[in-house]
């Protein structure tokens, strides 16, 4: 009975450490990091903070870019499982509190501002 239940303890360690290894960003890819309000539980891990890359085009497929800048709550759900750190399901994007959805939505927005605009309201 010992046997099982660590086996299964380290293979639920394997899994998070692989989660967490095939989620990793690249080097240079702009990131920003949100803390969340409401923490998301994953099983024993409690989520605090969703770290969001810039999306290459390819992540942005099937979405319209006014429906991102207009925070279409369709949309969100459906490219920011695709640039979370930890990776979010669309159901864990879903329940999430609106106030981390926005804010979620707002660092995605951010890297949809050309440098050259970012300059000039700074």
């Known amino acids: 009975m ?9 293979e639920t360690q394997a899994v998070e450490k692989n989660e967490e290894q095939t989620t990793a960003t690249a080097p240079g890819v ?3 990091v949100v803390p969340l309000e409401t923490p998301l539980q994953r ?8 770290t969001v890359r810039k999306p290459m085009s390819g992540g942005m497929r099937g979405v319209s870019l006014v429906d991102i800048m207009n925070f279409e709550v369709t949309a969100l759900h459906k490219v920011l499982p695709r640039i979370t750190t930890p990776s979010l399901t669309e159901a864990e994007v879903k329940t999430l509190d609106i106030v981390d959805l926005i804010q979620l939505g ?17």
């Open 2 to 10: 010992t046997t099982k239940i660590e086996n299964q303890s380290t």
């Open 30 to 32: 702009p990131t920003e």
């Open 43 to 50: 099983g024993k891990t409690l989520v605090k903070e969703i």
């Open 106 to 122: 707002t660092a995605l927005n951010g890297f949809l501002i050309p440098k050259k605009f970012k300059e000039t309201e700074a």
